[in-house]
């Protein structure tokens, strides 16, 4: 690529309204234009750095048997009612209306779609195992849009969908994709980590999330000192990879009402925090008389809505005897694990405390389901799922027995998932088995945030002039930076040769060919891009035979003879 030819489009200023330095490089890189809240364009710098991550995606993807297809980015409703997603899954869902008043949605995610794909199209056990990979545009109405591509509304992703005879295909071809995204994200150059996952409702103890680690990071990983455990501290958040809620239980649906007691004591307690610091509270407290007690409910509070929320969540208070995931109490309060603010949905703390007799309840039969903060008991409580792990700290003992936990924060930039049967259930996707009995087709599902790793990358590799990107996704491999092209032939020359032996080579080169560009101006930029190669030649180093290299993460630039650098490159 010539640069007299191409769209540059670096500044020197770093745009106040971006916090996190993969925002503010991509912007000053020239990668990224904001369009919108959450909606980015992808100038040519950035967009050669995407098609870099997509590339190794989908080798991966082929090399692990799954078939790359293309769905629609707009569904019709119809399918999300079949699988319950259109009541459940909240306001992340942008829905549309067609001209004939027909309802749709700009997908999230793909399940519905391939899951009424795969009932058409596949009949026989024998076409079992099947795999699908689409890399696609998806749209979240995201509450918080933030730190530019990394938590947008519109962004790329790849996902795929797995379908099985039996749970033990599931299990295998679950372990071929674990295998295959540990090599995307070596392939990209990333420290990144695959740590176990919250299932929610789902069940099962397959679900790994892969963290990019970094300060920035929006989640708490707990690691071991001494084994390979690893874990996302999330509260149990009953969602699918891909962004789907447990349904309400039956028994959610049943409201009880807090007596007077009880809401004096939630009361009390929310104005003891005034700086809002607490945003859930699991109360343990009694209904109001005639009705069943004891009572556990879920009060959220918005970061500036205490009153209204105090108020309306205490007069949703759902039914406590089942102990049901707070996941699903919050449900039935209908909020949104979404609106909770960075900090999600986290426990902080129990109100009432008097209701010791509860505790009893709790740490018998549900023990390896609950842990609540802020009452002595919880802290007793086995640390045996990852549920268990929204309260934990540095320094706890790790859950496997091995060592004590160290805790980070991590970029999620994939989330693999055991889907089992619970789309093809509910959307009726069945085979017939070896004996012709029909039999519905356990399901697996895996996605990738192909854009957020662009920024996550960034995240990991950056210094005072710019980003540093790992060769594997590197916009340019290799700049050529000429000092005064426009006044000497020799360096014309030479740069020209350069430049189109490399091309023929299939380098990704950019000779940074503008006539009237400042060799210091030019040096920033190509830093600043973080093209990881450089070479500079002028007549003085030509005179001796020499050209200038430097490498971006190097100190110090060296010089190379003419004859030797063609020999490396040539
Ligand atoms: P998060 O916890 O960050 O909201 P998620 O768990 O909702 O992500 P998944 O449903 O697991 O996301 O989707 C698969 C992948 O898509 C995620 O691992 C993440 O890398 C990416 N992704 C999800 N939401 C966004 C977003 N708003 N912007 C960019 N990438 C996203
Ligand atoms: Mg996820
Ligand atoms: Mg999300
Ligand atoms: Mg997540």
Redesign the pocket.
């Known amino acids: 690529m010539r640069a007299s030819r191409y769209l540059i489009a670096t500044q020197k200023e770093t745009p106040n309204d971006a916090v996190v330095i993969s925002h503010q490089l991509m912007l000053r890189a020239g990668m990224i234009r904001r369009l919108s809240s ?1 909606l980015y364009t992808w100038l040519p710098t950035g967009l050669r750095v995407l098609r870099k991550v997509e590339r190794i995606v989908r080798e991966e993807m082929d090399c692990a048997g799954s078939l790359e297809m293309l769905m629609p980015v707009v569904q019709p409703a119809e399918l999300w009612e079949e699988s319950g997603r259109w009541q459940q899954y909240g306001p ?1 869902l942008l829905r549309i209306s067609d001209r004939h008043n027909n309802d749709f949605c700009l997908g ?2 793909h399940e519905e779609v391939i899951t009424d794909l795969i009932r058409n199209e596949i009949k026989s056990y024998k076409q079992l195992p099947a795999n699908f990979y689409q890399v696609q545009t ?1 749209f ?1 109405d ?1 509450i918080r ?1 933030r730190f530019g ?9 790849k ?1 795929a969908y797995s379908f099985h005879v039996d749970a033990d295909s599931l299990q295998e071809t679950y372990d071929i994709m674990h295998g295959a995204y540990c090599r995307i994200f070596e392939r990209i150059g990333l420290d990144y980590r695959p740590v176990l ?1 919250d299932t929610g409702s789902i069940g099962g103890s397959s679900s790994h ?2 963290h990019v680690l970094a300060q920035s990071g ?2 708490d990983i707990a690691f071991s000192s001494k084994s390979r455990y690893a874990a996302n501290v ?1 509260l149990a ?1 009953a ?6 809620r447990a349904a309400p239980s039956q028994e959610m649906q049943e409201v009880h009402t807090p007596n007077q007691k009880t809401i004096a004591a939630v009361s009390e307690f929310l104005q003891s925090d005034p700086a809002h610091s607490v945003k859930t509270l699991i109360v343990l407290g009694e209904c109001e008389e005639g009705e069943s007690a004891p009572l556990v409910a879920l009060v959220l509070r918005g970061d500036h809505e205490l009153n209204e929320l105090k108020a309306e969540k205490l007069s949703g208070i759902a039914s406590p005897l089942q102990f049901a995931p707070e996941q699903r109490i919050a449900e039935a309060l209908g909020c949104h694990i ?1 609106s909770l603010g960075p900090v999600g949905m986290k426990v902080e703390t129990i109100v009432d405390r008097s209701a010791a007799h509860l505790a009893d309840f709790i740490c018998g039969a549900n023990r390896d389901d609950y842990h609540y903060t802020g009452v002595n008991w919880g802290r007793d409580v086995a640390l045996s799922r990852i549920e268990d792990l929204r309260n934990v700290v540095a320094g706890d003992i790790s859950p496997d027995g091995q060592g004590t936990l160290e805790i980070k924060r991590g ?5 693999i ?1 055991q889907l089992g049967e619970k789309y093809s259930r509910a959307m009726n996707a069945t085979v017939l088995d070896e004996n012709g009995k029909e039999q519905v087709i356990p399901m697996g599902c895996y ?7 662009v ?2 990358a960034i995240e990991q590799n950056y210094d005072d002039s710019g980003i540093i990107w790992p060769d594997a996704i590197a916009p340019f491999q290799l700049a050529i930076v000429p000092i005064n092209m426009h006044k000497s032939d020799l360096v014309r020359e030479k740069c020209e040769h350069l430049y189109e032996s490399l091309r023929a080579k299939g380098v990704d080169v950019l000779l940074m060919d503008e006539p009237k560009a400042r060799l210091g101006a030019m040096l920033a930029d190509v830093e600043l891009i973080g093209i990881p190669h450089r070479i500079v030649i002028g007549d003085r180093g030509l005179e001796k035979g020499v050209v200038e290299y430097k490498g971006r993460a190097d100190a110090e630039s060296q010089e190379f003879a003419v004859s030797q650098l063609e020999d490396v490159l040539l």
Do not use: Y
């Open positions: 959450g992340e999230p995610t998806k979240r995201e849009p591509v990394m938590r947008a509304r519109e962004f790329t992703m996902d996952a999330e892969f929006e989640d999330e958040e969602v699918a990879p891909t962004g789907e979404g970029i999620e930039v994939g989330h998932f996605g990738i945030g192909v854009s957020r790793i920024a996550a």
